[in-house]
C-alpha cells in the first residue's frame, strides 16, 4: 500500500502513465538503496531483543589452597552464583529507545522512496525530451532535404547557386552530428534509468508517445510539515527524549541476590554439632553509582542534542520551502515559454508556406530559408525544453508537498 501510493503520488500528469507506474513499482522492488535502508530498519527492530535483557549471570569456584579450620572442619571449596537485575523500569527504557531508533530508520525507508521515485520520473523525462528532439531533427532533416532539391532545381534554372546548395548540406551534416550526440546521450540515460531499476541492461525501456501540459494547475498544499524529511527530525527528537530516560534510569541503583556455598570436611574422631555441615549462604548486593558524573554529561549532551535536532530541522525546512517555492515559479515560467514557442512555431510554419508559394513563381533566397529553418528548429528545441522543465518542476512539488 506504501508502495502505490508513493506511485499514485507522481504519476497524475501523463498522457499515458502505465509505463512509468510499472517502472517505479520495480524500482520499489529491486532497488538496492531501498533494500538497504529496509534491511538498516530491521537491524534496529532486532535490536529491541537484543536490549530485552538483563545482565549476565555470574557463577564462580574456589579451591582453598590452604584450607581454613572452622569448628565444624576444614573448608574445601567455594561455589557462587550472583545475578544482577537492573533498576525498576529500566529495560522497558531500553525497548522505548530502541524502537524510537526504529522509528528513525523507518522515515530513512520512506525518504529514500520519496527520492528514489523522483530520480526515475527525472531520468524519465530526459528519455522523452531526448527522444522528441531526435524526432524533431529528423522532421528537420527531411525538411532540408526539401530545400536541397528545390535549391538544386534552382540552380539547373539559372536562380540559385551551387553555394547555397552547399549552404544547406552543410547544415544537413550539422543536424546528422546533433542527431547522433542525441542518441548517445539517449543511450547514456537508459542506462542510469535502467539502474535505478536495478536492472543489468537498458533492453525493454520504452517512454510514452505524449507527454502534455494540463489546462488547468491543481492547487499545492503546504503539507511540508508532514514531509518524512522533516518527520524524521521530530522521531530524532523523540529518540534523544527516550536517550534522556534511559540515562536516568541508569542512574539508579542495580540490585543483586546471589548464593555462596561452601563444602565442608568434617572433622574425624570427634563428635560435633553439625559437624562437617557445608555453609549456604544467600547474599543480597546493590550497586550505586556514587560517582554520577558521566550521567550528568550525558544528560547535557541530550539537550545539546535536541537544541541540535532543532537547529537542524528548521535548516531544513527553510531549504525545502524554497525548493517549493522555486519549483511552483520554474512550473508557471515554463508554462509560459512553452506557449510562447508553440505560437513562434506556428509562425514560422506559416513562413514555410509563403516561402514555398514564392519558390513557385520567383526566385526564392535559401540563406532565408535556412535562417527560417534554424529558427523553426531553435523554438522546437525550446518548446520540449520547456516542457521538460515542467514536469522537472512538478516532479520537484510533488516529492514536497501533497495536491488537492
Sequence with gaps: MKNIAIILFFTFHLASGQDLQSYISEALENNPTIQKFELKHELMQEK????????????????FVSKPETRVGEQDFKLSAKQMFPWFGTITSREHYA?????VSYEDIAIAKRK???????SYYNLYTLKEKNSIVDENLELLKVYETMALASVESGKATMVQVLRIQMRENELLALKQDLLETFASEKTVFSKLLNRNHPDGISVVDTLF???????????LSIHPELIKFDKMYASVEKSELLNQKDKAPMIGVGLDY?????RPNMTLADNGKDILMPMLTVSIPIFNKKYNSKTKQN????????????????????????AVHEKASARINYKMQVENIIKTKNAEEILIKKYETENIDFYEVLDLQELQ????????EAL?????????????????
Design 388 to 404: 521538460r522543465k515542467y514536469f522537472m518542476a512538478q516532479t520537484t512539488i510533488d516529492y514536497l508537498s501533497v495536491k488537492k
Design 303 to 326: 539537550e545539546l542534542a535536541q537544541q541540535e535536532i532543532i537547529s537542524q530541522k528548521k535548516e531544513r525546512q527553510n531549504e525545502l520551502e524554497t525548493l517549493l517555492s522555486k
Design 213 to 223: 501540459i494540463p489546462k488547468e494547475e491543481m492547487d499545492v498544499l503546504d503539507s
Design 99 to 103: 524502537n524510537a531508533l526504529a522509528a
Design 262 to 266: 561452601i563444602s565442608v570436611t568434617e
Design 48 to 63: 529491541t531483543n537484543e536490549v530485552n535483557s538483563i545482565p549476565n549471570t555470574e557463577f564462580g569456584l574456589g579451591y
Design 377 to 384: 528548429l531553435k523554438f522546437q528545441m525550446n518548446q520540449i
Design 116 to 122: 528514489l521515485a523522483s530520480e526515475i520520473h527525472q
